[in-house]
T-cell receptor, first 119, second 114 residues
Framework: ETGVTQSPTHLIKTRGQQVTLRCSSQ?????VSWYQQALGQGPQFIFQ???????GRGNFPPRFSGLQFPNYSSELNVNALELDDSALYLC??????????????????FGPGTRLTVL | AQSVTQPDIHITVSEGASLELRCNYS??????LFWYVQSPGQGLQLLLK??????LVQGIKGFEAEFKRSQSSFNLRKPSVHWSDAAEYFC????????????FGQGTTLQVKP
């Protein structure tokens, strides 16, 4: 069984540019969440996608957007990059929609992340 | 506001010694509680989770954690630390019930002395 994969591993961009990060969910998982982890901090929730629709969003501006595809893979897009966007971006997949009931909160399986550096 | 506090940023223990990592949370009810571990260059791995029931939960790699409602705590313990346990440990709570959002503490870095 293949786990969660992310591409690219590392990325360097300059301020004002746009970036797209990709995530392939684990087989059988239909929910994908994205997190931003700044250096020395815990990951922060960006948003979650379930069946190709956004299902909850953290405190991130609209220039952070995403997509989920019919095969449940996902993209995170960031426009107008700022220096503070430099971070490790983590994708996590789960086997079903999490949080939809007390018995359905499932483990989120994390990928290795994409390290984004904005110069 | 929902939050997680890990009071210890760095902890150093000798190999074979016992370990306890502290975690306190703020939440309107009993949250879902997790401990994740992150090793350099690797993704986050779930060590254990608490949803309800027995307040002492067992996880992988010999770790356990105890939920104490009165103290809003979920401390992680291991009786004998191995050098391979050196990593970053995150206490995590399940946030809003409709989004599956996880709220992470800032992490505790564990260093193991030979």
């Amino acid at each position: 069984e293949t786990g969660v994969t992310q591409s690219p591993t590392h990325l360097i961009k300059t301020r004002g540019q746009q970036v797209t990060l990709r995530c392939s969910s684990q087989s059988g998982h239909n929910t994908v969440s994205w997190y931003q982890q700044a250096l020395g901090q815990g990951p922060q929730f960006i948003f979650q996608y379930y069946r190709e629709e956004e299902n909850g969003r953290g405190n991130f501006p609209p220039r952070f957007s995403g997509l989920q595809f019919p095969n449940y893979s996902s993209e995170l897009n960031v426009n107008a990059l700022e220096l503070d966007d430099s971070a490790l971006y983590l994708c996590a997949s789960s086997p079903q929609r999490t949080g939809s009931g007390t018995s359905s909160y499932n483990e989120q399986f994390f990928g290795p992340g994409t390290r984004l550096t904005v110069l | 506001a929902q939050s997680v506090t890990q009071p210890d940023i760095h902890i150093t223990v000798s190999e074979g010694a016992s370990l306890e990592l502290r975690c306190n949370y703020s939440y309107g009810a009993t949250p879902y509680l997790f401990w994740y571990v992150q090793s350099p260059g690797q993704g986050l791995q779930l060590l254990l989770k608490y949803f309800s029931g027995d307040t002492l939960v067992q996880g992988i790699k010999g770790f356990e954690a105890e939920f104490k409602r009165s103290q809003s705590s979920f401390n992680l313990r291991k009786p004998s630390v191995h050098w391979s346990d050196a990593a970053e440990y995150f206490c995590v709570i399940g946030g809003s019930s409709n989004t599956g959002k996880l709220i992470f503490g800032q992490g505790t870095t564990l260093q193991v002395k030979p």
